[in-house]
């Protein structure tokens, strides 16, 4: 009988799983998620909704019905074709599988968001990751020069990045899209708060493609995302999904919420608010540095990072430690942007972690 070491594939024993950290009974700050529930009535709506779904039956395998409510909700161009994944994880993990040929490369900054290196892995695509200048920006002749090197098939570009929070040049990646031999995805996971897109240069774009999702906007848990980009390209990552990967209830259930589309992004607009308010009260303690942010969490970093994280646990409030996570997050922690009442709490513990800590 052969053990795993025997038959797993190398690069995948030397993987360390996505780790969740648990969070029973905490203040959750940790993963970007909207702290914000729905309105009453459209939650009894989507109940009676998820009560009379047809669970016996495959969903509808081309979702077309939800499709053409997030055209509509998130103003898709009509030249673009679209591509749903369970989350726009799976729709990374498409692409790269698509991409897969035999040496062939995914070029991303780094740090960014750590599934592009995880699923490049998955797939077996030779992953390069491009550093970072320390301040977060695009180091744009080291940009172009890895791309003239090595010829990437895809490109990642989170925009605005996570974890630093920050979008990079426009006119940089508009001289990318220019110059990439092969795909540039712009990952707009937090669109709702950037309020800044590539979705416009689709039409125009055939090496273009847009991914969204809509955990970042307040249904984390019905894990929807979503790519746009020229129908010859999605039509042949189609082929490469499973048959049915959006189910039945997160296909009525994200129809329904995308018909009030407001209501989400009335809760943005206000983490919006709340992100500048944060913002300006972790710059105001000494010795914080804070980083500027588009998105719905804020870098920051402080001396003895791993400490307060912990100082930050041990009063109930988690967010997300990303010390030795890469060389350029030394001593720095993300927090996710709450409730006014989450942020005012996180901003108490954090100031007498800190007051402590000075002893
Ligand atoms: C959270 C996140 C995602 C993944 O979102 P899901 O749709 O929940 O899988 C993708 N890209 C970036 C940059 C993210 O931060």
């Given at each position: 009988?052969s053990t795993p070491q025997q038959l797993i594939r190398p690069?995948?024993?030397?993987?360390?799983?996505?780790?969740?950290?648990?969070?029973?009974?905490?203040?959750?700050?940790?993963?970007?998620?909207?702290?914000?529930?729905?309105?009453?009535?459209?939650?009894?709506?989507?109940?009676?909704?998820?009560?009379?779904?047809?669970?016996?039956?495959?969903?509808?395998?081309?979702?077309?019905?939800?499709?053409?409510?997030?055209?509509?909700?998130?103003?898709?161009?009509?030249?673009?074709?679209?591509?749903?994944?369970?989350?726009?994880?799976?729709?990374?993990?498409?692409?790269?599988?698509?991409?897969?040929?035999?040496?062939?490369?995914?070029?991303?900054?780094?740090?960014?968001?750590?599934?592009?290196?995880?699923?490049?892995?998955?797939?077996?695509?030779?992953?390069?990751?491009?550093?970072?200048?320390?301040?977060?920006?695009?180091?744009?002749?080291?940009?172009?020069?890895?791309?003239?090197?090595?010829?990437?098939?895809?490109?990642?570009?989170?925009?605005?990045?996570?974890?630093?929070?920050?979008?990079?040049?426009?006119?940089?990646?508009?001289?990318?899209?220019?110059?990439?031999?092969?795909?540039?995805?712009?990952?707009?996971?937090?669109?709702?708060?950037?309020?800044?897109?590539?979705?416009?240069?689709?039409?125009?774009?055939?090496?273009?493609?847009?991914?969204?999702?809509?955990?970042?906007?307040?249904?984390?848990?019905?894990?929807?995302?979503?790519?746009?980009?020229?129908?010859?390209?999605?039509?042949?990552?189609?082929?490469?999904?499973?048959?049915?990967?959006?189910?039945?209830?997160?296909?009525?259930?994200?129809?329904?919420?995308?018909?009030?589309?407001?209501?989400?992004?009335?809760?943005?607009?206000?983490?919006?608010?709340?992100?500048?308010?944060?913002?300006?009260?972790?710059?105001?303690?000494?010795?914080?540095?804070?980083?500027?942010?588009?998105?719905?969490?804020?870098?920051?970093?402080?001396?003895?990072?791993?400490?307060?994280?912990?100082?930050?646990?041990?009063?109930?409030?988690?967010?997300?430690?990303?010390?030795?996570?890469?060389?350029?997050?030394?001593?720095?922690?993300?927090?996710?942007?709450?409730?006014?009442?989450?942020?005012?709490?996180?901003?108490?513990?954090?100031?007498?972690?800190?007051?402590?800590?000075?002893?």
């Open positions: 009988m690069e995948i024993l030397a993987l360390s799983a996505y780790h969740v950290q648990p969070a029973a009974g905490m203040v959750k700050l940790d993963a970007m998620e909207n702290p914000f529930d729905l309105p009453a009535a459209l939650r009894a709506e989507l109940g009676s909704l998820a009560g009379a779904a047809p669970l016996n039956r495959y969903p509808d395998a081309g979702a077309a019905e939800l499709k053409q409510r997030l055209r509509t909700a998130l103003a898709i161009p009509q030249a673009g074709e679209l591509l749903l994944g369970n989350g726009s994880d799976e729709i990374i993990q498409i692409v790269a599988m698509a991409l897969a040929r035999p040496g062939a490369c995914l070029l991303a900054p780094e740090p960014s968001f750590v599934m592009y290196r995880m699923i490049a892995t998955f797939c077996g695509m030779r992953y390069v990751g491009l550093p970072l200048a320390p301040d977060f920006t695009l180091d744009r002749a080291a940009l172009f020069d890895a791309v003239k090197r090595e010829q990437p098939a895809l490109v990642f570009i989170a925009y605005p990045n996570n974890p630093t929070g920050n979008l990079f040049a426009r006119d940089d990646l508009l001289e990318l899209l220019a110059l990439a031999p092969g795909l540039v995805v712009m990952d707009e996971a937090y669109h709702a708060f950037a309020q800044d897109s590539f979705m416009d240069l689709v039409p125009g774009h055939p090496n273009l493609l847009v991914m969204r999702t809509l955990s970042k906007l307040g249904l984390a848990g019905l894990r929807l995302g979503f790519m746009a980009g020229a129908p010859a390209w999605i039509a042949e990552f189609d082929k490469l999904r499973l048959p049915y990967n959006i189910n039945v209830l997160t296909q009525l259930l994200a129809a329904r919420t995308l018909q009030d589309i407001d209501v989400l992004n009335a809760q943005a607009a206000v983490l919006r608010a709340e992100r500048a308010r944060l913002a300006a009260m972790l710059a105001a303690q000494a010795g914080v540095q804070v980083f500027p942010s588009s998105a719905n969490f804020i870098l920051f970093r402080v001396a003895g990072a791993g400490a307060v994280f912990a100082a930050l646990k041990s009063r109930n409030i988690l967010i997300k430690c990303l010390h030795g996570a890469h060389p350029l997050l030394a001593d720095c922690l993300r927090v996710t942007v709450g409730t006014p009442q989450e942020n005012d709490a996180f901003m108490g513990a954090l100031a007498a972690a800190l007051a402590a800590q000075r002893g």
